[in-house]
């Protein structure tokens, strides 16, 4: 059973930058799409960020320009890389990878907290 482990995650000051890690214990063949989404206390998850296999990108309007995702397909490891951090990106941060088979699997999530 693949797992995906995130990490990176902790306590920052607002306008502060973390990077998130994603990876999977064993290489999953044939990815189509990476991403990360979050949950904040009492709010629904929403989905941050996307990057497909042929690199194209999306991204939640609250984090445009201040988020940046990336994938390394051969290690089947996704990042996030969080600038200008505001006291709203608090939350848990969960990364999932999607097959083409139709397989996905998430993350357990990961506690960004940032300090206003």
């Known amino acids: 059973q693949v797992q995906l482990v995130e990490s990176g995650g902790g306590s920052v000051q607002a306008g502060g930058s973390l990077t998130l890690s994603c990876a999977a214990s064993?290489?999953?063949?044939?990815?189509?799409?990476m991403g990360w989404s979050r949950q904040a206390p009492g709010k629904q998850r929403e989905l941050v960020a996307t990057?497909?296999?042929?690199?194209?990108?999306n991204y939640a309007d609250s984090v445009k320009g201040r988020f940046t995702i990336s994938r390394d397909n051969a290690k089947s490891t996704v990042y996030l890389q969080m600038n200008s951090l505001k006291a709203e990106d608090t939350a848990v941060y969960y990364c999932?990878?999607?097959?083409?088979?139709?397989?996905?699997?998430w993350g357990k999530g990961t506690l960004v907290t940032v300090s206003s």
């Open positions: 999932r990878i999607g097959a083409r088979d139709g397989t996905v699997y």
């Open positions: 064993r290489r999953i063949f044939n990815i189509n799409r």
């Open positions: 990057i497909t296999s042929d690199d194209s990108t």
